[in-house]
């Protein structure tokens, strides 16, 4: 068992289209954000957090939380209230993203 927030499947058929892929343009930065993202080693990189630790609540993985900050900050926010927007604006987006393929 994973000591990380379990991902949902992102095929998962939702009410509103059949699944959450059908909502995301495939010209929308999220998609070129995910790619680069995965693509990167963050272990060698001196992420920590890529070994969850035994107690507590589970973490969302490192790789999740980088892709968060990246959207965001292509949305241009800068102060918590903007971040909350941003995050009303995107929430298909920041869906995806932290949803496994």
């Known amino acids: 068992m994973s000591r990380f927030v379990e991902e949902a499947d992102r095929g998962q058929w939702t009410l ?7 909502f995301i343009d ?3 930065p ?5 790619v680069f993202v995965d693509a990167l080693d963050l272990a060698e ?3 920590e957090g ?11 993985h490192p790789s999740v939380l980088l892709k ?6 292509d949305a241009g926010t800068l102060t ?22």
Do not use: W
């Open 16 to 22: 509103l289209p059949e699944c959450l892929d059908d």
């Open 30 to 34: 999220v998609c070129v954000i995910e």
């Open 26 to 28: 495939e010209s929308n």
């Open 50 to 60: 890529g070994e969850p630790a035994a107690t507590g609540r589970p973490s969302y």
């Open 45 to 47: 990189m001196s992420f």
């Open 80 to 101: 918590d209230q903007s971040i909350a927007d941003a995050v009303q604006h995107l929430k298909v987006e920041l869906a995806r993203c932290i949803r496994k393929p």
């Open 68 to 73: 968060l900050y990246i959207l965001i900050d």
